[in-house]
């Protein structure tokens, strides 16, 4: 069963469960923004299911809510930077910020960001990208999470990636997608619901598929594309890992609830360094124009990166954002804990 929350309720509820630990306003605001936003697209494996872990990590000394971002290089087009142990999705949203800010005075920002904790839905910071009209790729390596049938261990991250496109007068192209068949996060929704996950995204720790999403959660995800996205996760890793990580590949990232990321990277383009902004908008549109007048069969539609969470967020945007009851008492005692406000269903 769920309840439904509206979005502002539910933001409410986040920024004032970061601000009683600790948190200040500004990074708060962020955060909720962020977590919030991924429930509103339906990624709820990366929205607020995951805050009482987040705020049992700054309790515990694990997530530094008052970063320090310190620079460890810079050059007009690149920076990188030490995120000081902070909670992710904010120092992430300041680094995205460097990298638009030196794509529109040259043409290209690149930032890293080694010693940072979770960054959440690699699609919040894409779309910031995106609506300043460039082009937008993040990039982050991960907790060992994946392997091939056999293994008795997971060798690398699912190593998420984002990558974004604006459209004129439409909704952005935004590909946001971790490299395991599903994120760990889908699971650790279907443990909580009680529910079976499908086959063929998960193997038990002896290597052997399953069902259970206990048995899953345990054991070892399985890569798109069998071992050509195991091959991916691992090129993946040794760019944000080893390159802009400073050597965190996946097998030396910690795998906790709110676990490290061993490095991320953004990216900001300008679209003019190809061609006019005239130009690239003319054979977009030309583009999804004739990909969705392709031929399919009857009840089957071509549909393009973003699409689907565009839908669910029109959906939830009016109806609220549905919680699942567990998750919503286990919201009520974290009130009962942290001091604050109850979070409320709309009625």
Known sequence: MTVRVSHNELSRFVKEAFMAVGTPEEYANIVADHLVLANLRGVDSHGVIRLPNYIRGIMEG???????????????????????RGIGHAVAAKATEIAINKAKNLGLGVIGIRNIRHIGMLAYYVLKIVNNNMLGFVAVNASPAIGLPGFKKPITGNNPLAMGFPVKNGEPIVLDMALSVVARGKIMVALKRGERIPEG?????????????????EGILL?????????LAIVMDMLCGILVGGGKYSLKVQRVWWFDQGGVLIVALKLDNFM???EYFSIVNEYIKTLKSMPTSEGTEVVLPGEPELRIFNERIQKGIPIDDEVFKEFKLLAEKLGIRPLTALT
């Open 62 to 84: 694990y997530i530094n809510p008052k970063p320090q971002i310190k620079i460890i290089k810079d050059s007009p087009w690149l920076t990188l930077l030490d995120g000081d």
């Open 201 to 217: 995204w998960a193997l038990s720790k002896d290597g052997k598929p399953t069902t259970d999403p206990k048995e899953a959660y």
């Open 276 to 278: 006019t902004y005239e």
């Open 223 to 231: 890569p798109i594309g069998g071992y050509k996205g195991l091959g």
